[in-house]
């Protein structure tokens, strides 16, 4: 079992790099999309919507293949860590998005009417006083999206990148013991996604003791 989930391991570096780049696509999704729903009315409302569901509510395996499969066909060919990140990261991006837009509504409305009385246009208000109040709020749903993208990279190994998904099936093709080899990549993930969990509950008590919230964890 400990020399299987060490071959398997192998693999984490490619984990790893969908899961950062999937970051990349991630987080400025989340925040721009999620403020501007929160700010948008009519047509544009409905446009930013439209794209956030796109995301949200398609299949992540069905996104895969498109991108990576799909698009060649029409002269876009795009290299498969590219897909894997870009696809697996809008994807929580989209979900995250949400928290974002439900902590911006959550917050009450008469200080939106305070910094107008304070002489302060509509974007300070929201970056100088609806925003920093807002992400305590905000923070244990990015903690599960970021959880929820790093597992989700057992997907990519679906358009061919090797990593511990990828890494184990090798191994069991070698081996013929998949009971043992799949139970060494549970093992894996658990070693990988558990820290990272601790880490995060760990900046949300912090994020949320720093802005006077005293959460206890």
Request: charged share 10%; hydrophobic share 55%; with cysteine.
């Amino acid at each position: 079992m400990i020399s299987t989930t060490l071959s398997i391991l192998q693999g984490l570096s490619v984990t790893l790099q969908v899961t950062c780049l999937g970051l990349l696509f991630a987080l400025p999704f989340m925040f721009v999309c999620g403020v501007a729903q929160y700010l948008a009315t009519g047509i544009w409302g409905w446009i930013i919507t439209a794209l956030i569901e796109f995301w949200r509510s398609s299949p992540v395996l069905v996104l895969l293949f498109v991108f990576y499969y799909s698009l060649p066909a029409f002269g876009i060919t795009l290299p498969a860590i590219l897909v894997g990140s870009m696809v697996l990261g809008l994807n929580a991006g989209g979900y995250a998005s949400q928290a974002v837009r439900a902590a911006l509504q959550g917050l009450a409305r008469g200080q939106i009417e305070a910094g107008r009385a304070l002489g302060f246009r509509r974007l300070p208000i929201l970056l100088l006083i609806e925003l920093p109040q807002a992400l305590p709020i905000m923070m244990p749903s990015f903690i599960n999206q970021f959880i929820q993208l790093l597992k989700g990279t057992s997907l990519v190994s679906l358009i061919m990148l090797t990593d511990m998904t990828f890494r184990a099936k090798e191994i069991a093709q070698v081996k013929y013991d998949p009971a043992g080899v799949y139970s060494g990549l549970l093992l894996s993930y658990l070693i990988v996604c558990y820290p990272i969990t601790r880490f995060g509950r760990w900046v949300e008590s912090q994020v949320a003791r720093s802005q006077g919230l005293g959460h206890a964890v």
